[in-house]
């Protein structure tokens, strides 16, 4: 079957995670040589367990949210298509057989057991995001465009060289975009904003960074 992944939507905001990492790590390392040389003033109030544990619970939490975009992914084949999401443990399985239409908008890709539904904009009977903590990949979601339209071809090549086939098997493929969302100039600024906070994250390192070589140069 071809898989349908997601690739983190910018550089600069896996950076961000692990920048915050860095700081947490930093901080605790502040904290654990105040307490080693009993810094007066500092470590007599110091909850060193407390603090330890809520910077763990920090970089875990950023550390899974710079694998987001690994938890859910797809895989189809000429029949059916498969949306999983691993964290959950779920799946939803949808064959194409049951689609009249299908389109590809900003969001996702959106199939509909008829076409009157799709120009209601009624809720699709099934729904692939585009993003998913991260974007969906370029190659990958081309090729199952392609897929789609292939489908269409075939169905129509069918219908007109038989005359007899069935109206259920009748298939539509729209797109609404030329530029495939969060790959478009838009998207740069986001990236770009990301770029920042990182760049704040690790102007604020130098503050614990410091402390670190202040406290190894007296002790």
Known sequence: MCKITYH????SKQAWFYAGI???LLTSLVYILV??????????????????????IGMIFFFLLSLGHLVCYSEYDEEKIIYK???LRREKVFFFKDAKAVIFD?????????????????????????FRDG??????????FKAMKDREARLAAAENGSGNIQPASRFKVYKTFKVLPGYGRKWKYVSFAYA???LLVLLNCSQPLAIIMGLLQAF
């Open 8 to 11: 983190y939507s910018a550089l």
């Open 22 to 24: 860095l700081y947490l």
């Open 35 to 56: 307490a080693a040389y009993k810094v007066e003033g500092y470590y007599e109030q110091l909850n060193l367990p407390l603090i330890l544990a809520a910077n763990f």
């Open 85 to 87: 999401n691993r964290l």
């Open 106 to 130: 900003k969001r996702g890709v959106k199939f509909y057991s008829d076409e009157q539904s799709l120009m209601n904009k009624e809720k699709p009977s099934f729904y692939l995001p585009f």
């Open 135 to 144: 974007k969906i990949e370029s190659l990958q979601i081309n090729a199952f």
């Open 196 to 198: 920042c906070l990182t």
